[in-house]
């Protein structure tokens, strides 16, 4: 057992310890983690020999499925650099994202041939592509097939490093995607749990311990329901793995919340995760307009990161799913795990400040009542990637050590936790007073007669910025009078935050993984 935090070691001492445990059950596959190592083992051979090696950026390009658990882990063997790609992309975003990578290697799924046709030629450093096929019919021809590589003998072992880095691409609300630089052992500790969250024994202190870890960890199973390319799944598939917690995967091509609660009753499920209001409000629905159908008995979490998961929506599930406990996790791209939330008043959530989470305001550490940015020191990524101007904004020196500075925005209170407001670059201000759209959004879902909300500033000649929602209605539902949301949301919040204006839509815009566009919430309150 090689003495050092990398997830490739970590994970092949999990899969020595427990060789017949269930590793993941797929839509069409099983495999214990004995068999989802060896397939590793064979797809990093079959890379090796398609000439990637370490340093190597290797680009998941994949829909949910056990090969983007292999991918991810065959690139991890080969001290290569997994990196996550939107299939929801198209091709000038993926040029700039392969470009921005150095990509070497491309892995997708083979219904995306046509825009990698369009775009390899274009990327310099690119020398393959493999194609994962996924029953598209799609012609991937100019792709290697993940099978030729799959046949392979294993190889290995490779040289590796804990220092050896994994790209994490965040689109963030403003600007072009940035790849978020983190060592593995950074990783590990601020993303992972340290390999502890499932296990008795607590975080590990030294590479030997993963052994305990897998041993002796929780019968458990998860099951994430985000796309694998949203890095929140990816850290809960990591922390769960290393302690031999078994995946399941939903590969359904959209979110359904029906067919998502049939295969929790078929597998079992123990823990469901899925990112915000956006994948619960769909749940709740559905086991309340089904009673009985699911037996969720062995459910024991629900659990949200990554989005406003609203106490409404919390409070339902709870009764709804009684076996279940009810967590709400708040992380970034730039920082990982911030901690699991507490109940606010004023806000959005609650998070302990500690000598490694504070408030930095104007550069400096923030003094209770101040509010600023939440930052996290310690276990941090390296920087962003080929992004030297964007890494000094955002990874800062303090007194000496290296802070990591998130988005989100929050308030230093006098009992030692942090009131946090929302991401700071959505925030708007109207008359001096700022409105963090997190606690407006959360507060018009409440509605009965509202699904989606998302909000955002509007130009104002006299306030600089007015509050505008642009809203969907729940099936079935009559559009309220404007006058009766005003009373509704003024009954909850300070004056200055009730929205000015509704913008009724079919459907609010989100991201695959559930995070509101505000983007596009911004250019229609502009024109509206």
């Known amino acids: 057992m090689a003495d050092r935090f990398h997830l490739a070691d970590l994970f092949e001492t999990v899969a020595r310890t427990v060789p017949d445990r269930l590793a993941v059950i797929g839509a069409e596959a099983r495999y214990s983690f004995a068999e989802l190592n060896d397939r590793c083992d064979r797809l990093a051979a079959g890379l090796a020999a398609q000439g990637v090696g370490r340093g190597d950026a290797v680009g998941l390009y994949l829909l949910n499925g056990p090969a983007y658990l292999e991918s991810f882990i065959a690139a991890c063997k080969l001290g290569a650099v997994p990196f996550n790609v939107n299939y929801r992309y198209r091709a000038d975003e993926l040029r700039y994202l392969f470009a921005n990578a150095d990509s070497v290697a491309i892995i997708h799924g083979a219904e995306f041939s046509p825009l990698m046709r369009e775009v390899r030629s274009d990327i310099a450093t690119l020398r393959v592509t493999v194609a994962v096929e996924d029953g598209s019919g799609e012609d991937f021809a100019g792709s290697v097939p993940y099978a030729a590589l799959l046949a392979n003998a294993p190889g290995g ?35 992972a749990g340290g390999a502890g969250y499932f296990n008795p024994h607590g975080p590990i202190a030294a590479p030997r311990d993963i052994v305990s870890r897998a041993r002796d960890g929780y019968p458990l199973s998860l099951f994430p329901l985000a796309p694998l390319m949203h890095m929140a799944a990816m850290w809960a598939v990591w922390s769960a793995l290393l302690n031999g917690v078994t995946i399941i995967l939903d590969e359904g091509r959209v979110f359904d919340a029906e067919r998502v609660l049939d295969t929790a009753e078929r597998e079992g499920a123990n823990m469901i995760q899925f990112v915000g209001d956006a994948m619960a409000t769909p749940l709740r629905d559905a086991l309340r307009d089904h009673p009985g159908r699911w037996d969720l008995s062995r459910v024991v979490n629900l659990g949200s990161g990554g989005a406003v998961f609203s106490q409404h929506l919390k409070d339902d599930l709870k009764a709804l799913v009684p076996s279940a406990a009810i967590t709400d996790g708040l992380g970034s791209s730039e920082t990982g795990m911030s901690g699991l939330a507490e109940k606010s008043d004023e806000g959005v959530m609650r998070l302990p400040a500690n000598d490694q989470q504070q408030v930095i305001v104007d550069g400096r550490i923030g003094a209770v009542g101040e509010t600023g940015l939440i930052a996290r020191t310690g276990n941090t990524p390296v920087g962003y990637y080929n992004d030297p101007v964007k890494t000094a904004e955002t990874f800062v020196t303090i007194d000496g050590r290296l802070w990591a500075v998130s988005g989100d925005a929050g308030r230093l209170d006098p009992d030692g936790m942090i009131t946090v407001f929302g991401r700071g670059s959505t925030c708007i201000n109207t008359g001096g007073e700022k409105v963090f759209p997190e606690e407006v959004e959360e507060v018009l879902r409440s509605h009965p007669a509202i699904f989606d909300a998302v909000v955002a500033g509007q130009p104002d000649p006299r306030w600089g910025e007015r509050v505008v929602a642009v809203v969907a209605l729940r099936d079935g539902a009559d559009a309220p009078d404007f006058g009766a949301v005003k009373a509704f949301a003024s009954e909850r919040l300070a004056g200055y935050k009730v929205p000015k204006a509704l913008i009724w839509v079919d459907e609010v815009r989100r991201s695959p993984a559930g995070k509101q566009d505000y983007r596009w919430a911004k250019e229609l309150a502009a024109s509206a």
Do not use: I, N, Q
Request: with cysteine; glycine share 12%.
């Open 157 to 191: 072992p490779w040289e590796r490093s804990e220092e050896d880095v994994l790209l994490c691409y965040t689109g963030g609300t403003t600007g072009m995607p940035k790849g978020v630089m983190w060592p593995h052992r950074a990783f590990l500790f601020a993303c």
